[in-house]
T-cell receptor, first 114, second 113 residues
Framework: DQQVKQNSPSLSVQEGRISILNCDYT??????FLWYKKYPAEGPTFLIS?????DKNEDGRFTVFLNKSAKHLSLHIVPSQPGDSAVYFC?????????????FGAGTQVVVTP | EAQVTQNPRYLITVTGKKLTVTCSQN?????MSWYRQDPGLGLRQIYY???????DKGDVPEGYKVSRKEKRNFPLILESPSPNQTSLYFC????????????FGSGTRLTVV
């Protein structure tokens, strides 16, 4: 049973606008969350992370928001650029003993149009 | 250059013929892991290792073996491959802590016929 869910398989956004990707999780033991970006024929690339003690983390154009009570996180990309066209994966794990057991969602394909 | 190197990139094999996919990292990371990617299912963890001689099952360990005899290497072994193990495989490594995430290799495309 998938504990990390990305319910939107695809997202199309215009260049310069905001991209919002959503992710839900079911395991209340998760307390570390990450977003990855993947281009075809390459391995996933780590983008940004957030721990459960925070509700927001920002890195340049990327901001991750965490709502623990709703078991929901989102990734905002502002402004969106053509190079952002990729598959984005949400991932989650516990800490200490279960840190390495990182579970991924199914991914969201983002297409940024001119 | 800091990287995770896995070999081979592409492999076609026959059912039942044992194979090993190698993985090596040069970042002195404690954690290493194997994932498989299948359409619509995202990345599913096969096994992971917290350090030398310490491994644990992920979500889909059946049909796979791993070993961690040295910190830098984490090979994936398929003792008797079957067609349902046809997939794209990724090795990854990481240190632990906030701000860290797995660094992935470029992938191995395995086809079992």
């Amino acid at each position: 049973d998938q504990q990390v869910k990305q319910n939107s398989p695809s997202l199309s956004v215009q260049e310069g606008r905001i991209s919002i990707l959503n992710c839900d999780y079911t395991n209340s033991m998760f307390d570390y969350f990450l977003w990855y970006k993947k281009y075809p024929a390459e391995g996933p690339t780590f983008l940004i992370s957030i721990s459960s003690i925070k509700d927001k983390n920002e890195d340049g154009r990327f901001t991750v928001f965490l709502n623990k009570s709703a078991k929901h996180l989102s990734l905002h990309i502002v402004p969106s650029q053509p190079g952002d066209s990729a598959v984005y994966f949400c991932a989650a794990s516990g800490t200490t003993d279960s840190w390495g057991k990182l579970q991924f969602g199914a991914g969201t394909q983002v297409v940024v149009t001119p | 250059e800091a990287q995770v190197t896995q070999n081979p990139r592409y492999l076609i094999t026959v059912t039942g013929k044992k194979l090993t996919v190698t993985c090596s990292q040069n970042m002195n990371h404690e954690y290493m892991s194997w994932y498989r990617q299948d359409p619509g299912l995202g990345l599913r963890q096969i096994y992971y290792s917290m350090n030398v001689e310490v491994t644990d099952k992920g979500d889909v360990p059946e049909g796979y073996k791993v070993s961690r005899k040295e910190k830098r290497n984490f090979p994936l072994i398929l003792e008797s491959p079957s067609p349902n193990q046809t997939s794209l495989y990724f090795c990854a490594s990481s240190s632990m802590g906030e701000g860290y995430g797995y660094t992935f290799g470029s992938g191995t495309r395995l086809t079992v016929v």
